[in-house]
């Protein structure tokens, strides 16, 4: 009976784990289609975002504009396709390791299934976060190079062709602005 109970907390440990990130997984999606319709927090976000840094990962990206238009939903598809496969996988352990204490009795089963549960009540969590952030990130030097070599082609494409990412583009538009020197 020791070592069932020994195996429980064992598995219970793993399910949560697995739980976690599940969840974590699952929840990036919603957290990013947020995230780029807050003006607010895509403001708080280029606060973090050094010009300097980000001129020059721009700068990285060439002068094709029309590899622009292309590379952004690749980006995007990858983003959420690698999120995707990763809570995929995911699901799979925490299948097994409900299968293995289904075994092990109803008891266990339903205790691992309510530890398989409990952290789609908490928000999403940092990592997933800074994840988002950074798939962001490798936007705004998309439109921070293309808006510096073709502006309108690049307002047009991030306001009417992908308008997802409007606010973004708008926000990042604004902060590449050179601030008004003021006279003395």
Same mark, same amino acid.
């Given at each position: 009976?020791? @070592?069932? @109970?020994?195996?429980?907390?064992?598995?219970?440990?793993?399910?949560?784990?697995?739980?976690?990130?599940?969840?974590?997984?699952?929840?990036?999606?919603?957290?990013?289609?947020?995230?780029?319709?807050?003006?607010?927090?895509?403001?708080?976000?280029? $606060?973090?975002?050094?010009?300097?840094?980000?001129?020059?990962?721009?700068?990285?990206?060439?002068?094709?504009?029309?590899?622009?238009?292309?590379?952004?939903?690749?980006?995007?598809?990858?983003?959420?396709?690698?999120?995707?496969?990763?809570?995929?996988?995911?699901?799979?352990?925490?299948?097994?390791?409900?299968?293995?204490?289904?075994?092990?009795?109803?008891?266990?089963?339903?205790?691992?299934?309510?530890?398989?549960?409990?952290?789609?009540?908490?928000?999403?969590?940092?990592?997933?976060?800074?994840?988002?952030?950074?798939?962001?990130?490798?936007?705004?030097?998309? @439109?921070?190079?293309?808006?510096?070599?073709?502006?309108?082609?690049?307002?047009?494409?991030?306001?009417?062709?992908?308008? @997802?990412?409007? $606010?973004?583009?708008?926000?990042?538009?604004?902060?590449?602005?050179?601030?008004?020197?003021?006279?003395?």
């Amino acid at each position: 009976m020791a @070592i069932l @109970i020994g195996l429980e907390v064992l598995l219970g440990i793993a399910i949560f784990f697995v739980a976690v990130n599940v969840w974590s997984t699952a929840k990036a999606p919603a957290h990013l289609r947020h995230l780029l319709a807050d003006r607010k927090e895509l403001e708080q976000l280029m $606060t973090y975002v050094k010009p300097k840094d980000a001129a020059e990962d721009a700068a990285r990206l060439g002068t094709d504009t029309a590899s622009f238009g292309r590379t952004l939903p690749i980006w995007q598809k990858a983003h959420m396709m690698s999120l995707s496969r990763a809570r995929n996988m995911l699901l799979a352990a925490a299948a097994a390791i409900l299968l293995a204490t289904y075994f092990m009795g109803a008891y266990y089963f339903f205790i691992n299934l309510a530890l398989l549960l409990l952290p789609s009540l908490f928000p999403v969590p940092g990592p997933a976060k800074a994840n988002n952030a950074k798939h962001v990130y490798s936007i705004v030097v998309c @439109i921070m190079q293309w808006n510096k070599i073709d502006a309108k082609q690049c307002c047009t494409y991030f306001t009417q062709e992908v308008p @997802i990412f409007k $606010t973004l583009y708008e926000v990042v538009v604004a902060y590449s602005q050179p601030l008004p020197t003021q006279a003395t």
